[in-house]
């Protein structure tokens, strides 16, 4: 696996979480993706989907910066501080957070099996 994979990966990601494409995050995650919130709930896949098909999350802006990424085999572990502007179920989101999220190859494809997000600022 090569880190620039992995990058392009995070991309796809950051992308379909900001156009809300629930096609593509039904792609990028696995159907066993195990996600720790800010708040410390622990969400999954259909969770996740679920609030995008919803319309009950709605992102404005959101920028990465400080990315690191390790390769461990057929898994990597990204780093990444996100700025982000929004609402949740009608409540402002707006801040700094700091992401870590596990790739792994499943197949042709990489999917995100794991993550947790803490905010900064």
């Not at 494409?21 to 996600?35: C, G, P, R, Y």
């Amino acid at each position: 696996m090569k880190i620039e994979t992995v990058v392009d990966a995070e991309i796809e990601l950051l992308t379909a979480i900001k156009k809300s494409d629930v096609m593509a995050l039904e792609t990028i995650l696995h159907d066993d993706l195990l996600f720790n919130m800010p708040d410390g709930q622990t969400i999954t896949k259909d969770f996740d989907l679920q609030t995008y098909r919803s319309g009950k999350i709605k992102i404005d802006s959101l920028e990465g910066s400080d990315q690191i990424v390790n390769i461990i085999g057929d898994s990597a572990v990204v780093t990444v501080t996100v700025a982000l502007k929004g609402a949740y179920d009608g409540n402002p989101i707006n801040g700094v957070f700091k992401y870590i999220r596990v790739w792994k190859k499943v197949g042709k494809n990489l999917k995100v099996i794991a993550g947790s997000c803490v905010q900064l600022a």
